[in-house]
């Protein structure tokens, strides 16, 4: 067998290691069983399905039909953007509340596209905003502050 598609073959290995990364660290919690289920029980069966999907992907680079391709150089700019973002959203979360924080993260972390547009990542970031109201706060009901805090929420 020769590896061909290089990109899905490493693409593939990844997955397979965040997902036994993952269902090993859930295997720390309770699991429960599937009628009753504990907080290990989701993150464990999406890490097995993870390193499945992921053992799919690396093994279907190896067969003869599959497309040829090289891994491109890794960009580290785009990765520290994305990194930092989503950091330093975790750091303004509570000063700045969801909305503002979603809209941030979505709006600056689509600096790092190639075809970077500020309209389609303004309107992106509005409608993940409202997504998570819709999803979170009204439909989970958890409790997140909302609204920057010096507007006194």
Known sequence: MQLKNKQDFWSGIMFVVLGVGFALGATEYSMG????????????????????????????????????????????????????????????????????????????????????????AAITGICMALFTWAAFIKGLGLIFPQWPSFLGN
């Open 33 to 120: 069983t599937a009628a009753r289920m504990g907080p290990g029980y989701f993150p464990f069966w999406l890490g097995v399905l993870l390193a499945l999907l992921g053992g799919y992907v690396s093994l279907s680079s190896l067969k003869p039909s599959a497309e040829a391709t090289e891994v491109g150089r890794f960009d580290w700019p785009i990765l520290l953007i994305i990194v930092g973002t989503v950091a330093g959203v975790g750091v303004v979360f509570d000063a700045l509340g969801v909305y503002i924080s979603i809209f941030l993260l979505v709006f600056i972390s689509s600096i790092a596209s190639h075809q970077f547009n500020w309209k389609v």
